[in-house]
Antibody
């Protein structure tokens, strides 16, 4: 059974750096076709894709947040870390990590298992 | 970026009704499209991948169709537990992008 859980601060101040950890079980992030992504959702608003890290360490980021995001993985300890610099009140949101499976034959490329999410508020 | 536009933004229907949600991409995404269901206070749940493939465990009343730029999610017989917000997401190019969501309410 695949599970993911986000952890990190619930409150950060403007200009600070946010560090979120996604701890997972039930899969190996070194397995071919596997990725872990981060998605956020401001209160009452839509989902926003942030970043993705693949089994081969390929990393992709949202261009609208270029320069502020960094995603890394620890294959042996089963976690993925997202850092976001220069936090602003508009970054207040629930942050989700999710498991992604990529299969070119079936065109499966979707977040099939999600963490419960963690609410982050940016305020002084 | 590929812009994903959903319509309508909200729909209200009765139990047993068939409803359809549309999703339009600003450029072609082939069939690299997924649909998610999100209930209040919960994480999204994958319903459909590759535009029309039903994810394991998802009731067969859900179906998806489309290719290129125009896609639809249908619920053949609306159930009370289908009250939620539904999102489409393209996986053809980076950055991945979501639609703005369609809220489904039960009359």
């Amino acid at each position: 059974q695949i599970t993911l859980k986000e952890s990190g601060p619930t409150l950060v101040k403007p200009t600070e750096t946010l560090t979120l950890t996604c701890t997972f079980s039930g899969f190996s992030i070194s397995a071919s076709g596997v990725a872990v992504g981060w998605i956020r959702q401001p209160p009452g608003k839509a989902l926003e894709w942030l970043a993705l890290i693949y089994w081969d360490d390929d990393k992709r980021y949202s261009p609208s947040l270029t320069g502020r995001l960094s995603i890394t993985k620890d294959t042996s300890k089963n976690y993925v870390v997202l850092t976001m610099t220069n936090m602003d009140p508009v970054d207040t949101a629930t942050y989700y990590c999710a498991h992604l499976l990529f299969d070119v034959l079936t065109h499966f490329d979707a977040f099939d298992i999600w963490g419960q999410g963690t609410m982050v508020t940016v305020s002084s | 970026d590929v812009q994903m536009t959903q319509s309508p933004s909200s729909v209200s229907a009765s139990v047993g009704d068939r409803i359809t949600i549309a999703c339009r991409a600003s450029q072609g995404v082939n069939d690299w499209l997924a649909w998610y269901q999100q209930k209040p206070g919960r994480a999204p749940k994958l319903l459909i991948y590759a535009a029309s493939s039903l994810q394991n465990g998802v009731p067969s009343r859900f179906s998806g169709s489309g290719y290129g730029t125009d896609f639809t999610l249908s619920i053949s017989s609306l159930q009370p537990e289908d009250s939620a917000t539904y999102y489409c997401q393209q996986a053809n190019s980076f950055p991945r992008t979501f639609g703005q969501g369609t809220k489904v309410e039960i009359k």
